[in-house]
Structure formats: structure tokens, C-alpha cells
């Protein structure tokens, strides 16, 4: 792996998909932990609402879409579409998808990896926007309109 791999944040990149691997795995191997029809609904909810919020926030980021959490030097500050509501709306994908999986399988050990995600995306999200305010001068105002994860919460 070259120097360029770690510089752009690939040990995030493989550290999320590792817990990703867990939580499929979790929910294919490790099923029907409890029998629950609105748990299912929920976790098939939760899928869907993360497959929108994905496709949108891949429509919006366009060419600037990559795989790591540091943008590329020759990527723009997308502040439009989904972007306008949440700084995050790939991560936000990840976790309903993640916690819709687990619920739909009825699977405690892929809710586990689930919640596990969890500060690990935050915590991948605050690295991305210390690079993102690196690159981008009005990246500190977007910030402080435009909430990391849930409008207008968090």
C-alpha cells in the first residue's frame, strides 16, 4: 500500500469496512435473534431511507466521490442537494443501513458491529472536516450552518 493510500485516510476506509464485514456477516450467519415484525419493518425502513440517502448524496458529490476521507486536491466544497441538510450523508447511509440490516436479520451480533460503527463514523467525520477546513476557507461557515449527521441536531 503506498504512502498515498495512508495520507488520503485508508486505515478509516479499512477500519469501516472491517465493522461492515461484521455486520453482514452478523446478519447472514447470526439470524432470527428475536421475532419481531415491527423490528423487521423498522430495519427494512432504515435500508431504504440509507439506500435514498446514499444515492443522493453520491448524485451530489458527483466527481468529488471517493472511497477515502480526505478530498482530493482537485475537488470543489459541495454544499448543495443533500449536502444542504447534512455534512455527512454517506455515513449517515452506512449506519441506517448498517442498523436496518441488523434489525431486518434479527441479528444481535451485526447490532453490535452496528453501534460500534458508530463512533467510529464519527470519528472519521471529524477527521474528514479538519481536512476539509484544511482545503476549503469556507468550510467554517458551512460548518456552523449545517449540522454533521441529523438537520438541525447533531
Known amino acids: 500500500m503506498s504512502s498515498t493510500f495512508f495520507e488520503r485516510g485508508g486505515l478509516w476506509m479499512l477500519?469501516?469496512?472491517?465493522?461492515?464485514?461484521?455486520?453482514?456477516?452478523?446478519?447472514?450467519?447470526?439470524?432470527n435473534h428475536w421475532h419481531h415484525v415491527l423490528l423487521a419493518r423498522c430495519g427494512a425502513f432504515l435500508l431504504l431511507f440509507a439506500a435514498g440517502c446514499g444515492l443522493a448524496g453520491a448524485i451530489s458529490l458527483g466527481r468529488n466521490l471517493t472511497p477515502f476521507p480526505r478530498p482530493s486536491q482537485s475537488g470543489r466544497l459541495v454544499q448543495t442537494g443533500i449536502y444542504q441538510f447534512v455534512r455527512h450523508p454517506l455515513y449517515v447511509a452506512v449506519f441506517c443501513a448498517s442498523v436496518?440490516?441488523?434489525?431486518?436479520?434479527?441479528?444481535?451480533?451485526?447490532l453490535l458491529a452496528a453501534l460500534v460503527l458508530a463512533?467510529?463514523?464519527d470519528a472519521k467525520a471529524r477527521r474528514e472536516e479538519r481536512w476539509l477546513q484544511q482545503q476549503f476557507p469556507e468550510y467554517a461557515s458551512y460548518?456552523?450552518?449545517?449540522?454533521?449527521?441529523?438537520?438541525?441536531?447533531?
Open 15 to 31: 477500519g469501516q469496512n472491517l465493522l461492515l464485514v461484521f455486520v453482514g456477516a452478523g446478519g447472514f450467519f447470526y439470524r
Open 100 to 110: 436496518g440490516w441488523a434489525l431486518f436479520c434479527a441479528s444481535w451480533p451485526a
Open 119 to 121: 463512533p467510529v463514523l
Open 143 to 154: 460548518e456552523q450552518r449545517v449540522r454533521r449527521f441529523i438537520p438541525w441536531v447533531y
